[in-house]
């Protein structure tokens, strides 16, 4: 399966950069993952990787902050298929319900495609609910799953203990908030912070041999 990333806090040059995230999975179907926080900068970053929005089959929301779903408008289309959690104001799913082909609303663990799973809504105290994808890595990469995460409102902990009901850690790669439990991802193969994260250079420094930079143009293979 591959990933690109396509709308990040960090770009490759000639890419835009802008507070958001977006990354593009290619796995059974064409999966979009989150938005950014603009349509317009979606929009560049897409035409310049060569990505059309009619080649999207899914869109899968992590959780209704701007900059995830802000860049909606450059990539929805009449035969995408929207997920969101169920959480999200009616408001919202009305919208995107009138441009897309089918919203599915998200609540609990579920499969969205081989090889792709949400964790469904999760959720920390009285906090933002937000769903994180799973994605399960090829053979000769490692056995077990990638966790793909927005925003990690929820805790990185909660979501990566939730991905475990798909299949051993091998990874995750996201926003992982304020997350500073960096101990617990010693026994991971693959950390890639990305957008929001708050410790995202100690991560790197501390796990220089599996920490890789993260930002709009990046591939990652898995």
């Not at 104001?89 to 949400?118: F, N, Q, Y």
């Not at 979501?159 to 908030?177: N, S």
């Amino acid at each position: 399966m591959k990933l690109r990333i396509v709308y990040d806090n960090e770009a490759k040059e000639g890419l835009e950069s802008d507070w958001g995230f977006a990354c593009l999975l290619e796995a059974e179907k064409s999966i979009l993952f989150d938005t950014g926080a603009s349509a317009e900068i979606l929009s560049r970053n897409m035409h310049q990787l060569g990505l059309k929005k009619e080649d999207i089959e899914i869109i899968a929301l992590s959780h209704e902050h701007w900059d995830h779903i802000g860049g909606l408008d450059a990539v929805l289309h009449q035969n995408v298929t929207v997920y969101v959690p169920r959480s999200f104001t009616r408001r919202t799913k009305k919208s995107i319900g009138e441009k897309a082909a089918e919203v599915v609303e998200v609540s609990g663990p579920a499969d969205i495609v081989p090889g792709v799973h949400t964790t469904g809504e999760l959720r920390a105290g009285a906090g933002i609910k937000e769903q994180s994808l799973v994605l399960d890595t090829k053979e000769g990469v490692g056995e077990g799953v990638v966790v793909l995460t927005g925003c990690a409102h929820p805790g990185l902990e909660n979501i990566l203990e939730a991905a475990k009901r798909f299949g051993e850690l091998y990874g995750v790669i996201g926003g992982f908030h304020g997350f500073d439990n960096l101990k617990s991802l010693e026994k991971l193969k693959m950390v890639i912070p990305c957008h929001c994260t708050v410790h995202k250079e100690e991560i790197r420094r501390r796990y220089s041999e599996k920490a890789v930079w993260c930002g709009a143009g990046v591939v990652i293979e898995i």
